[in-house]
């Protein structure tokens, strides 16, 4: 907070000249002072991937500090690179756009959060673009360099297992407490479980580790085949991109959803994990002997079903359909 | 056109899902049926710029369509590039906002735009984002290799020549004209130049080619050091930014203006060729020699003064300052 005297002070008070300036803290290198910035590729392959939030859709301040929101978009990011096998994060560029009554200190906790969330995952600020808007707004270009493992959505077979690297339906519950608007009876939760919905929402965790340990464990009999996306948009979603992508047929079990302890027995509860979103973990259709490996080294990850040939849906292993009796979805539109 | 049955068809009619899937049409590779796209470095440095463009600040749909708005959106961030050095261009990536309410017609028509775009400088559309908000917004970030040209603004040196790569107003002058708010008396213009300023307005050009000139024609006996950017935020900010980041003084010629054709020979409108902005000229500092070849193999450049040793700053060729009377800067906040 090199420069932040005054927490009052308005963009408009600053000018985009200085705001620019002040930004410059949060860069070792970059656009601010270039028309561009420069990445040295290491003669390797990147990967990039852009995501835009906007306030009221993606984030909102009854439920989230500034650093937190500037911590998640690129964890965000993150995910969506880990979920395509990066071997390093290279860095961010950030579009941030906000009306001109939008006091410095809000974007300075933003890129606070942003540094926060590059200094645990790697990567740095390459640099981006400041405009005044009559809505908050960030969108943030995350590149990495691609590593060894091909991880596409269409790279799932009949037989690969589905396994998944954490437990879904913590980010939407702690959502849902935040807004007191409780879609569930959350009554008989504890505070352990209420403070880690909240934090999974908040502070969200990208799958790095998930995928180091994915790519170490890997058996020397199987190729470098996998297919994988994060779940930023429902477990649910996220296995249906995969048989989309394949033409698979997913067929998950109903007795073994990736839930998180204390979580309540019942159907209600089942459908915050599957349709919860924001989760940011990897779902991942690998062969058996991969798959297993995987679980071995990663406690946390789960087998939640398996692929087969067939018409590209998802539905249970028995053989029904999976039904959704709410409306908890969540779509941009 | 492909899917564009129905130009009344709004946003929230198709969901996201359909949205994204009618942007695959535009795209070759990308981010829409994997988390990212991939991009192939040929071992070479990249250079990476993101650009945000908010309705209302920086288009409205009273003096640009929808394919105006998105030829430009690409040509923003290749003129940085190009301001850079850029080699080849590698493609972009597009985060699109815009209410629920808005025609798939206008984002059909904002890709067709950035498409014409690609197809005109290279690149392809590597993926992006899209959400629904209050106003619509385009964030690109834009990504090429890095040629041999070391081109940065702290590359100036005292003795170098400031050449400019065509004429500066233009686009201030087409806003003015398409607006009917006119800042200058614009009487005595043939409708030629009126039909040019339009179009710099609506369509700018990249300055890719003038990009290209400036390396075929260096002479072998200068390095390759030069300052550069592109004149988007005017003119005289251009010099500026050189000025500070190199740490000289640009003494400008003010009997030698990058004025276009038939433009007006008073004050007034040298301001517009100062600071109106959206010129996307290069605009660089750099030897005598290679000035002179640039100048040679150009016909539209035009040296507009010289940097010396001194205080980082612009001022006149007879050492008076660089007055502003009227408001025409451009400020984002």
Redesign the interface.
Known sequence: MLNNKNDNEK??D???ER?LQRLKQYMEVG?I?????????K????????????ED??FNETTSTPKNIGWKAVAVNV???A??GVEEIIGI?????AP?STSWHWVDNIYQGIQAALNEYGGKL??????????R?L?I?A?GI?GKVN????NAKPGDLIVVSGPHGLSRLGLSLLLSNNIKDTSQLSDSVKLKAIKAHQEPQAPVIALQKLIQCKPKTVPWRAAA??SSDGLLNAVKCICK?SNCTALLDQTNLPISNEWPNNKNWDELCLHGGEDFELVVSLPAIWAKAWLGSLPESKVIGKMSAGYPEAIWSNGKKIKTSSKIEF???
Chains 1, 2 share one sequence.
């Open positions: 963009l408009s600053l000018g985009e705001i656009q002072d270039d028309d561009t910035a420069v990445i040295q590729t003669a390797k392959d990147l990967i990039i991937n852009t995501d835009i939030l906007i859709i993606h995910a969506d690179l979920a395509s560029t950030v579009g941030l756009a001109p390459l640099g981006g673009d400041c405009s005044s808007s009559k809505q707004m969108s270009t590149i691609k991880l596409h959505r269409s996306t994060d992508s779509e941009h539109f």
